[in-house]
């Protein structure tokens, strides 16, 4: 008969006695001979100094046992909460779940989180009620409130089931019931398909310490629970990552499929590494196999790069999201030990224990640990001496304290010093509680290619995000990238991450943000007549509670509180209640914190002097870079894009005659090859209709624009012209758009057009309409200018360099702008460039040619009569007047 293999977990509330059942399962089942005690240090398990000198399971630990035909992995997880991480992970690896429940007090508030994560991992969850011999202890009291707080479907198995147990049973499923009122009965089948659905759940009462109820439970695991199907492929889920005494890395894992042997190579599909041992641990003890076939938990040697979370061959990756740290020390090494040299040390450790979170400061070369209480600082300082033979001890500690964003803000970074460039825009805004970093992108790939969005996206979640209020860490808040700007030759991944965390900083300073402070939420287990005195500290502290039940002379508070206020609250009710009084914590979440305005002084951090996390912008500015503020960011693009923060119009319909017409038919095909390669359909040129009482005058669907070709080199000439930008690079235009912006786009294209005639080139005009929703791009001809309105998503300065690397081998082109960044661009492209300035000059030179010329082809007679005779004419007349 082939044996069932099963995982089953032990979790429970510290102190329910957890620890002591797994010890009186492995006797029962003949495991172990002799039955070892918590209090006497000598478990089977828990074989970790701290953890026998303290009473407490800090870390997931495993044992086999054999049951009838079962076969069983005896995982043993944490009970208190600041070891919550290590519990959870271990849960990813269960078939099934006993829950342990503490019958002398009933059930707490960590029991029912605890009850919460088993639904959250479809569990089925068999139930021990322990510590039944004590006095206070009452069965049909305990089930009443375990069906009220837990689940109704919770029902008494074993040598206590009541005499109604199949009608019972029969209440928690259609089926059963179904099955029952035919025949009276229920299978056992049937139970433990509705137990393996989370449809019933199993209840076992005793005591584990005087071995009651514990072959009950035994046995019902033995008939009730179902060995999980398996695939043919290999599979394997990571939950724990640790060291043996030699220091060789051991990676814990469950194998879900298929088969394990040594000298395989796994992957997690980014990488892909050999195995060198599989290891079967029970206690202290393990067996070396040669491999290992689905449903075994082992510890495997060879594997350097697997997390604890992750999922191998054929099984799919699921990373616990765990409350953050929320107290941090400074690490206090002896005299003669060099912080840097233990830094590495420390690394394997947290490798081990994600939830410990190491912090280095290379300014002030110390260590910082962030911990979720200061048992893990015990844990810490235990193995740093048990492994590396180094004492430590920890300064007085303090809180950890966030920071998120109040509002949405957008956030710009630029970043475009000599030789390189890179613009990204971002929005910020609140998330959720709890919801941490969150990012998304909604920008165009018309904007910026995949490629690149994933760059930025990639360096924003690599990077730490400081608040601008205490220098603590962002959270809470949702940073989409909106747009963006890259250059082919100049843009580097450091040119990106320079411009994405300059972004998020600039809009953090300008966005208003709040300092958040964890709180914990409590359980306060005091006297009646001290009810008044934990009232009264809860409200001081700036928390709020509820008194839950009053039972026996003791009254339980439960609610929450801030973490800074309640950290050391545990000495005092102990010294108010006579020691009679017990307070269990865990953390909540982060809130707003109740004395920001007190804790942001104490903190001393000033943003703007953050040299390492930068708010301003970098710009390259007549031969130099150029640090600009982050107030002052903004208003330098606009400028330099030429918009001055107004929001372009769309480009409608000229009115008049059709234009579809256009002289000279190269520039469309110059239009085409760089705009239009890969559409088929024909370009359908566009009317644009103008501003009432403007000059901007149609032309004729016949006739045709007179351009004269000009040449340099023996190259057409072109002019591309930055509208937006030279419009407010002139004074009297910039003046003019600020009434309005139509009648500024016409002068200057009447400059232009005057122009052309002397210059003899093709002048094209682009304007700006990238941030019209649904425009298309509009190409058309005023007089003798051929004018181009961009698409949604694409500004001038993309058209302009577009046209400029396919053309410039053909054409000789030049460039007129204010743009620095753009001049760089363009002049390596080996195009010219004119400024602004330059531009308005040759245009007034130009104009005043036009009138010399003019001028000089002017007689001083030219509007008199005698302009008008002939030489014969005016001999006679001459004669005549001479007679008179």
Not at 641 to 653: F, S, V, W
């Amino acid at each position: 008969m082939t044996m069932k293999k099963l995982v089953i977990g032990l979790v429970a509330h510290v102190d329910a006695g957890k620890t002591t059942l797994a010890e009186a399962l492995l006797y029962v089942s003949g495991k172990i001979r002799t039955l070892g005690r918590v209090d006497k240090r000598d478990t089977y398990l828990d074989h970790f100094g701290l953890e026998r000198a303290r009473g407490i399971t800090i870390f997931a630990k495993q044992a086999l046992l054999t049951v009838a035909d079962l076969q069983v992995t005896l995982l043993d997880t944490p009970g208190h909460a600041d070891f919550s991480a290590e519990m959870e992970r271990t849960l990813q690896v269960l078939d099934y779940a006993v829950l342990v429940i503490n019958g002398a007090e009933g059930i707490r508030g960590r029991t029912e989180t605890l009850w919460h994560l088993l639904a959250k991992y479809r569990l089925p969850v068999f139930l021990f009620i322990n510590k039944m011999d004590h006095g206070r202890s009452e069965k049909e009291k305990l089930l009443a409130a375990i069906k009220k707080q837990l689940h109704d479907n919770c029902l008494v198995f074993g040598r206590d089931r009541a005499e109604d147990f199949f009608e019972q049973a029969a209440m928690c499923d259609e089926e059963l019931m179904e099955t029952y009122l035919e025949t009276g009965e229920i299978t056992t089948s049937q139970l433990k398909t509705a137990i393996k659905e989370r449809k019933l759940f199993p209840c076992f009462f005793g005591s584990a310490l005087k071995l009651e109820g514990v072959e009950d439970l035994l046995k019902g695991l033995a008939q009730f629970a179902d060995m999980p199907s398996y695939g043919e492929k290999f599979a394997a889920r990571v939950f724990k990552i640790g060291r043996d005494d030699q220091g060789n890395r051991l990676t814990y894992l469950k194998i879900t499929g298929g088969e394990l042997r040594v000298k395989d190579f796994v992957t997690n599909g980014a990488w892909e590494e050999k195995v060198n041992q599989i290891r079967v641990y029970s206690g202290q003890k393990y067996e070396t196999v040669s491999e290992a076939e689905a449903g075994t938990i082992c510890a495997v040697t060879g594997l350097r790069q697997t997390k604890a979370g992750e999922g191998l061959g054929e099984e799919k990756a699921a990373f616990v999201s765990m409350p953050a740290p929320v107290l941090t020390y400074r690490l206090l090494f002896p005299e003669g030990c060099d912080p840097r040299a233990m830094l590495p040390k420390l690394r394997r450790l947290e490798e081990e224990e994600p939830e410990l979170h190491l912090v280095w400061d290379s300014e002030l070369q110390e260590v910082r640990v962030q911990v979720m209480g200061e048992v893990q600082l015990e844990v810490l300082q235990s193995m740093i001496e048990t492994r590396y033979g180094v004492t430590v001890s920890f300064d007085a500690g303090g809180i950890v304290y966030k920071e998120a964003v109040a509002g949405p803000v957008e956030g710009v970074g630029y970043y475009a010093p000599a030789g390189h460039f890179a613009e990204v825009r971002l929005l910020l805004e609140p998330g959720g509680p709890g919801s941490g970093l969150q990012y998304a992108d909604v920008c165009s790939e018309n904007v910026l290619s995949k490629n690149w969005k994933d760059l930025i996206l990639s360096c924003l979640q690599e990077t730490e995000h400081k608040g601008v209020l205490a220098g603590a860490a962002l959270t809470d808040t949702k940073i989409t990238l909106v747009s963006g700007r890259v250059h082919a030759k100049l843009t580097t991944e450091r040119d990106l991450w320079e411009a994405a965390r300059r972004a998020v900083r600039q809009g953090l300073m300008e966005a208003k943000t709040v300092l958040l402070e964890p709180y914990y939420s409590f359980q306060l287990y005091v006297p009646e007549k001290a009810v008044g005195r934990a009232l009264t500290d809860i409200e001081r502290m700036g928390g709020n509670c509820l008194i839950s039940r009053i039972e026996y002379g003791t009254a339980l508070l439960e609610g929450s509180a801030p973490v800074a206020a309640m950290r050391n609250y545990q000495q005092e009710v102990a010294a108010y209640t006579g020691g009679n009084g017990r307070l269990f914590c865990h953390v909540q979440g982060y809130r707003r914190c109740h004395n920001a305005e007190e804790v942001i002084p104490m903190a001393g951090y000033e943003a703007e002097k953050d040299t390492k996390n930068p708010a301003g912008s970098v710009f390259y500015d007549n031969g130099e870079n150029t640090l600009v503020g982050w107030d002052q960011v903004k208003r330098r693009l606009a400028a330099a894009n030429g918009q001055e923060g107004k929001d372009l119009p769309a480009a409608g319909k000229k009115q008049g005659a059709d234009t579809e017409q256009i002289a000279r038919e190269e520039i469309w095909k110059i239009f085409q090859q760089t705009f239009y390669a890969n559409r088929r359909k024909k370009i359908v040129r566009r009317r644009r209709k103008t501003v009432a009482g403007s000059s901007c005058r149609p032309t004729s669907a016949k006739s045709r624009f007179k351009v004269v070709s000009g040449k340099v080199a023996g190259k057409t000439a072109y002019l591309l012209v930055d509208g937006y930008n030279i419009i407010y690079a002139w004074p009297e235009l910039k003046v003019l758009a600020e009434e309005n912006l139509e009648a500024a786009r016409v002068k200057l294209l009447d400059y232009l057009s005057k122009y052309q005639s002397v210059r003899e080139c093709q002048v094209i005009a682009v304007f700006d309409a990238y941030r019209v929703q649904g425009h298309r791009e509009e190409i058309f001809a005023y007089d003798n200018v051929h004018v181009v309105f961009t698409k949604e998503a694409q500004t001038a300065d993309h058209f302009i360099e577009k046209f400029t690397h396919i053309n410039r081998q053909k054409y000789h082109i030049t460039v007129a702008t204010s743009d620095s960044l753009q001049q760089i661009i363009i002049r390596g492209a080996g195009c010219k460039v004119l400024s602004a300035q330059k531009l308005r000059e040759e245009i007034t030179a130009a104009n005043e040619k036009v009138m010399r010329d003019f001028r000089a082809g002017q007689t001083e007679d030219r509007h008199k009569l005698q302009a008008a005779l002939s030489p014969e004419k005016k001999r006679q007349i001459k004669e005549l007047l001479q007679e008179e």
